[in-house]
């Protein structure tokens, strides 16, 4: 188990815990993590090997951006807009298609779903 504390800046963050709930695999990430604040824990689980080999068992970071986008799409779209949002959503979209061009290439070259680089 290892704590992260990246998100830590303001007393919201400071009480949510953060951990990688196992260590590197593979392809040398964690995919099991939790998150814990006062009362209350989460647990999500990401992609844990090649989609072929072991089928779709978690999430994927498109689908976390996805969220992360759509929350920064509302705040954007209400009293809360600013240009810390504005340039955060450009970010997030922009490694969202990049993740996509990546998994579109591996399509193409045979590899999507699989260990092979």
């Given at each position: 188990?290892?704590?992260?504390?990246?998100?830590?800046?303001?007393?919201?963050?400071?009480?949510?815990?953060?951990?990688?709930?196992?260590?590197?695999?593979?392809?040398?990430?964690?995919?099991?993590?939790?998150?814990?604040?006062?009362?209350?824990?989460?647990?999500?689980?990401?992609?844990?090997?090649?989609?072929?080999?072991?089928?779709?068992?978690?999430?994927?970071?498109e689908a976390v951006l996805?969220?992360?986008?759509?929350?920064?799409?509302?705040f954007q779209s209400g009293?809360?807009?600013?240009?810390?949002?504005?340039?955060?959503?450009?970010?997030l979209k922009t490694a969202?298609?990049?993740?996509?061009?990546?998994?579109?290439?591996?399509?193409?070259?045979?590899?999507?779903?699989?260990?092979?680089?």
């Amino acid at each position: 188990m290892r704590e992260l504390t990246g998100h830590k800046v303001n007393p919201a963050n400071d009480l949510l815990t953060v951990e990688a709930m196992d260590g590197p695999g593979p392809g040398g990430a964690s995919h099991n993590y939790r998150i814990s604040w006062p009362n209350n824990t989460r647990s999500f689980e990401f992609q844990n090997g090649p989609i072929a080999e072991v089928g779709v068992n978690g999430i994927t970071h498109e689908a976390v951006l996805a969220v992360l986008i759509d929350r920064l799409e509302g705040f954007q779209s209400g009293p809360f807009a600013n240009e810390y949002n504005e340039r955060a959503l450009d970010n997030l979209k922009t490694a969202q298609a990049l993740l996509q061009k990546r998994t579109r290439e591996r399509m193409e070259r045979g590899v999507e779903g699989t260990h092979k680089p």
